[in-house]
């Protein structure tokens, strides 16, 4: 079974600071790796997808890694803004298996 | 909107209540999934299906009984909840079921807020 891990839970940053924010996977034959945004009472918005194959994702300020030898997922946000502020979850993906694994989250918070 | 509309937003009810959330997807995804999110906790898969059948029953309470009458609505009837059942009920569809070959993004609705009191 795949088990995904956030750490930490809670992250506060002052306003301009970039932001490095960690996802671990237990099993490395992932098929995909997914970040999503969650404002607080509301859903999911999709960021990025990185596939088994690639080695990261890039939009606008955001940018996410993939190493699945090492089990990890990095989601890199540049300049942190205070619309930034949200919970980011990370979900990984195995083949032929459509039980998205998810993490429980990193909630942010970018001060002004 | 994310394309994936969830109906009500919030709905507080009664452990001998019996109410149906609604989920409707107009991005011409061809499966669906019920989670489950508590507070402090991983999403939890609850349901999934794929062309309008059934591929997953994650060992749900048979007081949570989904309905997909088309690859557009899946519905989630409540019946005799518990006060452990509050939680935000988030649906979401794809094109493709998650783990099928190509890019596939889960897309999700806003949930669905329910207190049971």
């Known amino acids: 079974k795949q088990e995904v891990t956030q750490i930490p839970a809670a992250l506060s940053v002052p306003e301009g600071e970039n932001l490095v924010l960690n996802c671990s996977f237990t099993?490395?034959?992932?098929?995909?790796l997914q970040w999503f945004r969650q404002d607080p009472g509301k859903g999911l918005t999709s960021l990025l997808l990185?596939?088994?194959?690639?080695r990261e994702q890039t939009s606008g300020r955001l940018n996410a890694s993939l190493d699945k030898s090492s089990g990890r997922s990095t989601l890199y946000i540049a300049a942190s803004q205070p619309g930034d502020s949200a919970t980011y979850l990370c979900?990984?993906?195995?083949?032929?298996?459509?039980?998205?694994?998810f993490g429980a989250g990193t909630t942010v918070t970018v001060r002004a | 909107e994310t394309g994936v509309t969830q109906t009500p937003r919030h709905l507080v009810m009664g452990m001998t209540n019996k109410k149906s959330l609604k989920c409707e997807q107009h991005?011409?995804?061809?499966?669906m999934y019920w989670y489950k999110q508590s507070a402090k906790k991983p999403l939890e898969l609850m349901f999934v299906?794929?062309?309008?059948?059934?591929?997953e029953n994650n060992s749900v309470p048979s007081r949570f009984s989904p309905e997909c009458p088309n690859s557009s609505h899946l519905f989630l009837h409540l019946h005799t909840l518990q006060p452990e059942d509050s939680a935000l009920y988030l649906c979401?569809?794809?094109?493709?079921?998650?783990?099928?070959?190509?890019?596939?993004?889960?897309?999700f609705g806003a949930g669905s807020r329910l207190t049971v009191l």
């Open positions: 991005l011409g995804h061809n499966a």
């Open positions: 979900a990984a993906g195995l083949p032929n298996d459509y039980k998205l694994s």
């Open positions: 299906y794929n062309f309008k059948e059934q591929t």
């Open positions: 099993d490395s034959a992932i098929y995909n």
């Open positions: 990185i596939q088994s194959s690639q």
């Open positions: 979401a569809s794809s094109h493709r079921l998650a783990g099928s070959s190509g890019a596939n993004v889960l897309t």
